[in-house]
């Protein structure tokens, strides 16, 4: 018996965690914060948004979402002190595992994070194998874009229009782009009988809806291959998986982050919220033996691409899985997973395929008097046919036609060309800017959409600028915790300012500039007053565990958790010197 406490986010993982400890002879009490445990107070209907940020931007006003979650661990903690941080591997688990820290800084320093990135019991063996102090510095991202986005919020949205650093930057991307919902999918006849060539592209700018719809009614010349050439795919991020979800199954982007969501809580899918196009070798093996159980080889050497840089896998479905099922006829979770299971089939082997020159359909074209910037636009395309190996899920089209996509997978791919955002928030800003009527289901934007554009910053309506400051936040150096009586994230913050144009800066500096500084409240005490929450059941399991075996802990563990680590020999989670 494990006399320990594993502190997770999500109640629907409770049971399948403790599940796979129980089968690994740890039987541990788990707790599940429902996510993060402060939030910045909401703003009531007539009245001005109450202060959260002080000069120093110092976000003093955070306040606790449930008092009783707080009261709950601490209650828990006391019975039994070695704590188990386990919250998700990314920058809001990493936050939460920090607050989690300092709400029992004054009960134990015995704690350790353990970032999980799937609930079987091979990812969680893994992560026990890189447990880790909670370190502040790993929650410096999170901090830091939460005080940027609430300082642009409050410096720009006063022309009656909200500002944000997304969405005001989907709404410039779409005028700079102008991206369009059709396509023009064509197919030519091979000159060898074989299968015809396939060329596509989006109906805008020299290709016009006139002169595409014109063109798919004709009988396009015979083409012959001039290269016979081999490719290969990626393995799809969570990005990639919301686009085919939705093309394929007809599920909005939030709908696919939920089934993706319900599949790692079930132990049936890694870690969802990746933007990874590569995996490590351990998942690559992983895979390589499902492929084998579902009858495919699989190249481990094509799947494992995975970036020094990139904390996850891209996602991989944990368990069987079955190629030849159908996802359109499974439940949307399934359906969900077999998609993923496809994708990956798809990257862990080599394709051939051949490329024919499109000169003949531009001189064809011509003669039939399409207008010469459609006709060299269709005529300089990719003409391809594959061949060999069917790519799983794969349609082969012999007819030329024009579709129509849907709105919120054009702009999320628009958006991922452009970095904007994080694998847990595409689906919310994508399908949060649709809903205000900025621009109709074409993407074209509405009288609203080019009013809010005259009344937003110009600056935010760059999107390169909006990535730019995502990758600011994202970056943690020595001298972040350097500045005595300031935490890292509040240095971060005067860093980014003055990295931003001057005009910018300054006016989000002034939101604050009158707002005195002010320490963060301390809910420990008022945690403390809350009467207790644990069950007896509960209680006597607590203390059941203080006199269990030795728990998983990391003998280097510092004695307090130290808020401002400045000396040149302290140790980081970056293995840099501060």
């Not at 941080?85 to 920090?98: L, M, N, P, Y």
Request: hydrophobic content about 40%; proline content about 7%; some cysteine.
């Amino acid at each position: 018996m494990s006399n320990e406490i594993w502190i997770i986010e999500a109640p629907g993982k409770r049971r399948y965690l403790e599940q796979s400890l129980k089968s690994m002879g740890r039987d541990a009490f788990v707790i599940c914060t429902g996510g993060h445990l402060f939030r910045y107070p909401q703003r009531e209907k007539g009245k001005p948004a109450p202060v959260v940020i002080d000069k120093n931007f110092n976000d003093f006003g955070r306040v606790p979402l449930d008092i009783k979650v707080l009261a709950r661990i601490r209650q828990a903690v006391r019975l039994c002190p070695t704590v188990i941080v386990a919250t998700d591997a990314d920058s809001e688990g990493d936050v939460i595992a920090w607050d989690v820290a300092e709400l029992i800084k004054d009960l134990t320093t015995d704690i350790v994070r353990v970032p999980l990135k799937g609930m079987d019991v091979g990812s969680i063996k893994e992560a026990i194998l890189t447990q880790k102090p909670v370190d502040q510095a790993d929650a410096v991202p999170g901090r830091t874009r939460r005080i940027i986005d609430w300082l642009i919020g409050s410096a720009f949205s006063d022309r009656g229009v909200p500002v944000g650093r997304i969405g005001t930057a989907v709404l410039g991307m779409i005028d700079a782009e102008r991206p369009t919902t059709l396509t023009i999918r064509l197919a030519a006849p091979a000159s060898d009988g074989g299968s015809p060539w396939i060329a596509q592209a989006p109906v805008k700018g020299d290709i016009s809806e006139e002169a595409a719809r014109k063109i798919i009614t004709l009988d396009l010349p015979a083409l012959s291959p001039f290269a016979t050439l081999e490719k290969t795919f990626k393995p799809s991020h969570m990005g990639n998986i919301m686009i085919e979800a939705a093309e394929t199954l007809g599920l909005t982007p939030s709908q696919t982050a939920q089934a993706m969501q319900a599949s790692y809580e079930a132990a049936r899918l890694s870690y969802p919220r990746s933007s990874s196009n590569g995996m490590s070798r351990a998942a690559a093996l992983k895979m390589k033996s499902a492929m084998a159980k579902a009858g495919r080889r699989a190249d481990i050497t094509l799947l494992t691409t995975k970036k020094q840089s990139d904390t996850h896998d891209s996602p991989y479905p944990i368990g069987d899985i079955n190629l030849a099922l159908d996802p359109t006829k499974m439940s949307t979770e399934e359906g969900t997973r077999a998609l993923i299971a496809r994708s990956i089939a798809r990257a862990s082997m080599r394709h051939k395929y051949q490329k024919a020159k499109g000169e003949l359909v531009e001189k064809y074209l011509l003669g039939k008097g399409i207008p010469a910037p459609a006709a060299r636009a269709i005529g300089s395309l990719e003409w391809s046919r594959d061949l060999g190996n069917t790519i799983p899920g794969q349609k082969r089209w012999v007819h030329s036609e024009i579709y129509q996509r849907r709105a919120d997978v054009v702009l999320l791919e628009v958006a991922l060309n452009y970095d904007l955002g994080k694998p847990s928030t595409w689906g919310a800003h994508i399908e949060s800017f649709l809903s205000k009527g900025l621009a109709g289901d074409d993407l074209s934007l509405t009288t609203k959409g080019l009013d809010w554009i005259k009344r937003s910053p110009e600056g935010l309506l760059r999107p390169h600028l909006s990535a730019q400051i995502e990758k600011a936040c994202e970056t943690v150096t020595p001298d972040l915790f350097k500045k005595p009586g300031r935490t890292p994230w509040q240095t971060s913050v005067a860093k980014i300012l003055r990295d931003l144009p001057l005009d910018m800066a300054d006016k989000m500096r002034a939101t604050v500039a009158k707002h005195p500084v002010q320490a963060s409240e301390d809910f420990r005490g008022e945690a403390d007053k809350v009467q207790t929450l644990t069950s007896k059941e509960d209680t006597a399991a607590l203390t059941r565990r203080t006199k269990g075996v030795a728990p998983i802990t990391s003998s280097g563990m510092p004695s307090s958790l130290p808020d401002y680590p400045s000396e040149k020999d302290a140790p980081s989670v970056l293995g840099l010197s501060l």
